[in-house]
């Protein structure tokens, strides 16, 4: 089914609303136009209208390249540093599980949240970035 069709869990629904809401006020904040702010991103004003609207046909790099031109900081994180560090840590921790393990979870998700290796990762030490 095209995700256009396929309805949207509520909280990917809602964190969508959210990013589309953000952008729009963070255009809103620095006095872009619409028009203007569609050109920075490289995309119409049609699918621009389509992000502030929250619809989830429209490329998640599209909402990223818009949230990083409007200074809205993604994952919790506000600079190009910190998201290389977070990246770095998602690596060594997927890295300290055994082979099996991080072939079958890669397969599943490739976007894997470190929070969700609590189970697998009880008694290791995982260090500090």
């Not at 203007?36 to 490329?59: C, K």
């Not at 770095?88 to 890669?106: H, K, M, N, Y």
Request: glycine residues 8%; hydrophobic residues 45%; proline residues 7%.
């Amino acid at each position: 089914m095209p995700l256009a069709n396929r309805p949207l869990s509520p909280i990917a629904r809602q964190a969508l609303r959210l990013l589309g809401s953000l952008i729009e006020e963070g255009r809103l904040r620095k006095g872009w136009s619409r028009e203007m702010l569609a050109e920075r991103i490289g995309v119409g004003a049609l699918t621009l209208r389509r992000v502030i609207r929250s619809e989830p046909g429209v490329a998640i790099g599209t909402y990223f390249e818009a949230a990083a031109l409007l200074d809205i900081p993604l994952f919790g994180q506000d600079s190009t540093r910190a998201l290389d560090q977070e990246l770095a840590r998602q690596r060594e921790l997927l890295a300290l599980l055994p082979t099996r393990i991080q072939r079958r979870l890669l397969w599943r998700r490739p976007f894997l949240n470190p929070y969700c290796l609590e189970g697998y990762l009880d008694g290791v030490a995982i260090p500090d970035l």
